[in-house]
């Protein structure tokens, strides 16, 4: 729940950034051929969010970020660059000029379809459930019946290439959320602008003799892209890498509503019934994929037991392949003590994993005796696990137990600020004073109060363990804060 509520802004500020642009564009292609408005929107960009690294870090460390990036993963950094700004970028701005706005805006607002399929190859840990597919769909109708009232007289080609477009985001955003989801935001962000714009360059230098001055239109590029294309841009990886893809492509479809909405506000179209009828219907095939239904938003004690029992095992096994009888040796050493492992629970396990793709087995020879399965990690599986390890949800925190689990594997996460967060969040709670009895303040229970030696025995033990971790996480920070200037 802290999580949905924490990205809502994200998907609110992206929504609005996604809607604007399709009037930006139209402004600013008036005296701006589509390349050069390209490297002038990501140029803009680029600096906007250079300058924001440069106050966060300073300089030569915005510098040596952007620079060890591009140098770990050249080839998705390129292709991220390309796919989700440079190419589409061109895409649309040519489209402007041969189709309706409101057809364009639904033809990218099948980007989630494509997302969808994608993903139920490359992510198979984030493939739909039947209900999240109907609401895909339902909310593509409503963004046609929502664009409908436009003009439909295109050239047959030309919206080929809104629908490139959105393929190309699709691709992007697969690639983020499937390769670079650890790697910082704004750093991946600003080097994907630099990126588009040193792509665009050569081909904008052709056109710079039909560029022409007029306010309206160069004021129209400015915002497109300091704005939309660099904060905008940025809340869009952020988002990304915090909800599957799928979840964070969903601002497609009511950045046709913002659209529709600016041309009644801003250019005096009028809004029919049947839009307004169209713009209700996105929003609400929206709501019903982000919000869980019934059942599945009640708490249930035997998925949590097997969500952090499918913790322990990816996290042994990002570590060793390991054949069943070792694995369930070293999780019941972790975890045995609060609940026994039995093969009749990490077998199910094991197999609803392997189903997913995050875990594959391959026979291997007995020392003297039959062939045994040894289990191990695919990179799906490792992605997953740096997932949950890096975004707990609330019980992994608040939870004693489930906490434990989490922290045996934190050192896996490769970023000391991703580890930092997750026991500041830890830390965070146990200095919550609405944690009533257990806590160390004004409100805790005094000893005259308590109805029994053993509650007091209880509240005494409590106590001291979390003071004792408080004090421990306290430190542990400091030291980690520390060390990061030298490690950086």
Known sequence: MSQRRATAPLGLWVTLTLGVPFLLISIAARVL??????????????????????????????????????????????????????????????GEHHVPTGTVSLLLASTPIWIAVGGHVLL???????????????????????????????????????????????AGSLIVRGRLRQADALTLTCAQMAVAT????????????????????????????????????????????RVTAVQASLVSFTAPVISVLL????????????????????????????????????????????????????????????????LRRRIGALMGHVRPVSDGSLY?????????????????????GPRRQVFELTDVGRAELLRRLERPGELEISDRN???VLLAFLHLLPSADAQARVLRQRLEFLRDPRRGFFVDDDRALRQDELRSPF?????????????????????MLDAMETERPATS
């Open 33 to 94: 051929p589509a390349d050069v408005l390209t490297v002038v929107r990501f140029g803009l960009a680029g600096l906007t969010l250079l300058t924001v690294l440069t106050v966060r870090d300073g300089l030569p460390r915005a510098i040596t970020a952007i620079g060890g990036l591009l140098r770990d993963r050249p080839v998705e950094v390129l292709l991220v660059g390309l796919c989700s700004a440079a190419l589409p970028s061109v895409l649309i701005t040519w």
């Open 124 to 170: 198979p840990a984030e493939r739909l459930r039947a209900r999240q597919a109907a609401c895909l769909l339902v909310a593509l109708g409503g963004t046609a019946l929502l664009t409908a009232g436009g003009r439909t007289g295109a050239s047959t080609p030309w919206p080929a290439l809104p629908l490139a477009a959105a393929v190309s985001y699709a």
């Open 198 to 241: 040193l792509v665009s360059a050569p081909f904008a230098a052709t056109h710079l003799a039909h560029v022409r001055w007029q306010a309206g239109p160069w004021a129209a590029a400015a915002v497109l892209g300091v704005v939309c294309s660099g904060l905008g841009w940025l809340a869009n990886t952020v988002l990304t890498q």
């Open 263 to 326: 041309g009644t506000t801003v250019l005096g179209e009028r809004l029919s019934p049947p839009q307004f009828a169209a713009a209700a219907t996105v929003l609400a095939a929206i709501m019903a994929f982000s919000v869980p239904s019934g059942r599945a938003g009640r708490p249930n004690p035997r998925r949590e037991v097997r969500a952090i029992l499918e913790l322990a095992i990816l996290g042994f096994l990002s570590e060793h392949a390991l054949h069943a009888y070792e």
């Open 348 to 368: 199910p396990a094991l197999h609803r994993l392997r189903r997913q793709e995050l875990v594959t087995r391959r026979p291997e020879p007995g020392a003297g």
């Open 402 to 404: 489930k906490y434990f």
């Open 455 to 475: 509650q007091a025995g209880l509240q005494h033990i409590a106590r001291v363990t979390s003071s004792a971790e408080r004090a421990w996480l306290t430190g």
